[in-house]
């Protein structure tokens, strides 16, 4: 049992306490993330980094409250979790916008449920229509919308909910090389200005350097944390950064630890050789 | 040319129309010149003049009656079954232990078929307009139910998790996730049983009504008066694509954030 008062739980924003979730899968029991610990602090960018199907959503789904864990806790504020929440936002790797309300009744989603009145939710909601660059389709469905765009409103919608936690499943997953460094761009500059706590999920080496604090390597199923790496790398950031001595290297390293891991992933059965 | 022959990708709404119709226009090409050049026999298939005559006759003796008759009976099984089955069906798919309960039980009635249930319903509600309306709404009841458990069961997972994490509760999730996502499908599944209701009032009626539009072809064919049976069937065709279309204007302006026309 782990106690509220145990060194890491309280003082930080996030603790994940040896966390391990098991799956059935054809009477088989596939172990999806197994005894994975860390510490996020307030305001801290972390970025995990990880081979397909290695329990990387498994884990944020947890911390969001959306799975249960088989064994271990998450706190957040030295509270252990219990369930989902509006302090714990997240962005799935999925499209998920509400395809019958528009741009803008997206955003307000979680505004109308707290009840904030008009005026308020309509300056909250222009605010983050301004800074996705979404004004001018703020009436429009998603449907009109291209994959990028749609993504720029998830990220709207679940900021403009104020939460304590941004959690992202690989949000920029299904994008074009370009697109993707828009948004990489985009969401340091939005981070620069609210100072979340974000918790990342990618495959991407780039990707993960180029935004964390930190960068977590976890190992290929069942998924556990292999290595975190602090990311020395000066704020705010630009993308010529991409292009600096330190984070050549830093690629070069990451990319050997999970080359194994990755090599491990492809060649393992789909049920899992745990 | 080749433009028009990719596979699935869509053509001019007006390309679209000019062959619909010309479908049409080539039945009664063929059907007249069955009749002409084919020579088959006018007590087997009457020529597209005589159905017309017959039609324009009956229209005065009854026949607008006997639609009416008809739509009130297909109209009020099929409400009765969508006011218990929309209900029923979206408490299936949203829970376990409602899905559990009914399920087994209604797909064990779905495949007893309607008309196996006449003569029973005559004993049960006589040969009054309870007994059409009963045999429509067995028809169709149960196969809706579990059409919309399942709508209602394909809403994407992502969306309802996507508000649980915005602060929705259970109860606001249900209301502002699972309805409107699920609505559409409501919609085409009520247009599809409604087509339905169609097929077993007509079956009621050819056996025990002395009214509606099942009547009349029975009627016809005791007759032996092939254009009048005709214009029958060709009403009940003409019937049923309205409703369809009807049904599909209407989702088009329900739902105009859908991603493909419906
Ligand atoms: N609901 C479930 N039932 C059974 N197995 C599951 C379930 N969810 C996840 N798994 C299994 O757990 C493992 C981890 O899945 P998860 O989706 O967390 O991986 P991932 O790292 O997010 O992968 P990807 O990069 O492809 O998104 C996979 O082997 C998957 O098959
Ligand atoms: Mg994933």
Same mark, same amino acid.
Request: glycine fraction near 8%; charged fraction near 20%; hydrophobic fraction near 50%.
């Given at each position: ?16 306490? @040896? /966390? ?10 596939? #172990? ?34 959306? !799975? ?27 499209? #998920?916008?509400?395809?019958?309300? !528009?741009?803008?009744? @997206? %955003? ?11 005026? $308020? $939710? ?12 979404? !004004? ?44 993707? /460094?828009?948004?990489? +761009?985009?969401?340091?500059? %939005? ?6 706590? %974000? ?7 780039? +990707?993960? %350097? ?8 976890? #190992? ?19 993308? +010529?950064?991409? @292009? ?31 | 040319?080749?433009? *028009?022959?990719?596979?699935n990708a869509p053509i001019p709404g ?7 119709v010309s479908a049409f226009a080539l039945? &009664? ?35 607008i009656g006997d639609i009416g008759i ?27 232990? =409602? ?63 996507? =508000? ?35 097929? *077993? ?7 025990? =009504? ?47 954030? &859908?991603?493909?026309?419906?």
């Amino acid at each position: 049992m782990a106690l509220a008062a145990e060194p890491g739980i309280s003082g930080n924003k996030l603790a994940v306490v @040896n /966390l391990t979730r098991e799956f059935n899968f054809k009477h088989r029991k596939i #172990t999806a993330i197994q005894g994975i610990s860390l510490e996020v602090k307030e305001g801290e960018f972390v970025t995990i980094l990880g081979p397909s199907g290695c329990g990387k959503s498994t884990l944020l789904r947890i911390i969001a409250g959306l !799975t249960e864990a088989s064994s271990g806790q998450v706190y957040k504020d030295g509270r252990l979790i219990q369930g989902p929440g509006r302090d714990r936002g997240m962005v799935f790797q999925s499209y #998920t916008l509400f395809p019958w309300l !528009t741009v803008r009744q @997206n %955003i307000e989603f979680g505004l109308n449920l707290k009840r904030v009145e008009a005026d $308020r $939710r309509h300056e909250i909601v222009n605010h983050y229509l301004d800074i996705i660059g979404l !004004t001018a389709f703020a009436d429009a469905f998603p449907k009109s919308l291209s994959g990028g765009m749609k993504q720029r409103v998830a990220i709207a919608r679940a900021l403009a909910n104020d939460p304590d936690i941004l959690l992202m499943d690989e949000p920029f997953g299904a994008l074009d090389a370009q697109t993707r /460094l828009v948004m990489q +761009e985009l969401l340091l500059k %939005i981070w620069e200005e609210t100072r979340k706590t %974000i918790l990342f999920v990618t495959h991407d080496v780039e +990707e993960a %350097i180029f935004l964390g604090d930190t960068v977590y390597i976890m #190992t290929a199923r069942p998924g556990r944390l292999k290595a975190r790496i602090p990311v020395p790398l000066s704020r705010p950031r630009s993308f +010529e950064i991409k @292009n600096s001595r330190v984070f050549l290297e830093l690629k070069t390293s990451i990319l050997e630890q999970i080359r194994e891991e990755s090599l491990k992933a492809a060649t393992m059965m789909p049920a899992g050789c745990d | 040319m080749r433009k *028009y022959l990719k596979l699935n990708a869509p053509i001019p709404g007006k390309l679209y129309f000019i062959l619909s119709v010309s479908a049409f226009a080539l039945l &009664l090409l063929l059907w007249q010149l069955g009749v002409t050049v084919g020579h088959l026999p006018p007590s087997h298939l009457p020529p597209p003049g005589a159905v017309a005559r017959a039609a324009v006759a009956l229209a005065t003796d009854g026949l607008i009656g006997d639609i009416g008759i008809s739509f009130f009976r297909v109209t009020t099984g099929f409400l009765l079954a969508a006011a218990i089955g929309v209900p029923l069906g979206i408490l299936m798919g949203s829970l376990k232990v =409602a899905e559990a309960f009914f399920e087994p039980l209604l797909a064990f009635f779905r495949y007893m078929p309607a008309s196996a249930f006449i003569p029973l319903t005559i004993i049960w509600l006589s040969i009054f307009e309870a007994q059409k309306i009963g045999v429509v709404f067995i028809g169709i009841f149960f196969q809706l139910v579990l059409m919309i458990m399942d709508v209602t069961q394909n809403v994407p997972q992502d969306l309802i998790d996507t =508000a649980y994490t915005l602060g929705a509760r259970p109860l606001e999730v249900f209301r502002r996730v699972l309805l409107p996502a699920a609505l559409p499908g409501i919609m085409d599944t009520l247009r599809v049983t409604l087509g339905w209701a169609w097929t *077993y009032v007509i079956v009621a009626e050819l056996v025990a =009504a002395n009214s509606g539009l099942g009547f009349l072809i029975m009627n016809a064919g005791r007759q032996l008066s092939t254009p009048d049976m005709f214009v029958g069937i060709l009403t009940i065709g003409v019937l049923g694509i309205i409703c369809d279309m009807a049904f599909k204007a209407l989702n088009r302006l329900l739902f105009p954030w &859908l991603e493909r026309e419906v």
